[in-house]
């Protein structure tokens, strides 16, 4: 199993960066595909980002292509989210999801889940 925990939310201006970092547990995480997804208020949850559990090509969501950059550290189990050029668009809550091996964009693929950190980006 893979126990997730996020940090790094928090409210910033339009064109503003953000680090999210995702912290796991567990001894599967070496082996686990991580994906970020978001949810704002009142809409279903997207994806936003994913990477394999080798760290191969990564996958972004077309809205956040060329501003947001998911990365991992397997020696620190850790994977981040760098946000950058924000927009009061990308304002959600942030949650970040485990899977075994390959890294998929539907939400429903995912096993493991943290409790989210909320971005507020203001214009």
Do not use: H, K, M
């Given at each position: 199993q893979v126990q997730l925990v996020e940090s790094g939310?928090?409210?910033v201006q339009a064109g503003d960066s953000l680090r999210l970092s995702c912290a796991a547990s567990g001894r599967t995480f070496s082996s686990s595909a991580i994906a970020w997804f978001r949810q704002a208020t009142g809409k279903e949850?997207?994806?936003v980002a994913a990477i394999s559990w080798s760290a191969g090509s990564p996958y972004y969501a077309d809205s956040v292509k060329?501003?947001?950059t998911i990365?991992?550290?397997n020696a620190k189990?850790?994977?981040d989210l760098q946000m950058n050029s924000l927009k009061p668009e990308d304002s959600?809550?942030?949650y970040c999801a485990a899977r075994?091996?390959?890294a998929r964009t539907r939400s429903n693929e995912y096993n493991?889940?943290?409790q989210g950190t909320q971005v507020t980006v203001s214009s």
């Open positions: 939310g928090g409210l949850r997207e994806f060329g501003r947001f990365s991992r550290d189990n850790t994977v959600a809550v942030y075994y091996l390959a493991y889940w943290g």
